[in-house]
């Protein structure tokens, strides 16, 4: 075994949070920047998210292979989801790779530059083994940061004209946790923090 942090073998299904996690995204500079995402997962290979972002649904499916998650199913929707069999789930063309092991600092495919680790700093905390994704976009560049068992923590999309859009992710509530709900405040209850340092 090698002792280089670098180059351990990924489980990429630590890149999606567990099912039932509802994930609210804080956004700056953008009014669609700010939204909340729902991880379903619909069997060991595939993952559902549910992005609600003004008011607009949309349905992505994920499918997580050895080496890479693509992106296999991308539609704003009106309730209820789509569903799929496992078979139909199989057949799904793949619309963007967005991962690809092995996560190498200086890797690159499908045009997209892979940096790690990175340190990136959100309202929940600040994890130092992030992944970032960069791809040259027309009018910009677009960085993704990855944290294990977080999923995509930050969007950071750099225009060339200087102005950024940021959504970064600032509180997580898991639907089916309900055994630990004594250690949580009631619903309704606002809690404000202060951070230092």
Sequence with gaps: TSDDPTLVAVDLNSYFRKSGDVAYYEGIGSDIASYKVVTLWLS??????????????????FRITEDEIQLVYNKEINEPPMSFDSDELDQLPIIDVLLKAPLEDGNSFDGKAVSFPVTVDTPIGSFENAVKISE???DGV???FYVPNEGIVKTVYSFE??????????SVVNDDVQTLKSYFR???????????G
């Design 136 to 138: 040259q976009m027309e």
């Design 142 to 144: 677009n960085d993704v």
């Design 161 to 170: 004209d200087g102005n950024e859009v940021t959504s970064v992710l600032s």
């Design 44 to 61: 060991e290979h595939y993952v559902q998210h549910l992005i609600t972002n003004d008011g607009a649904v949309v349905q992505r499916i």
């Design 186 to 196: 009631k619903s309704g209850d606002v809690a404000s923090y202060e951070g230092s």
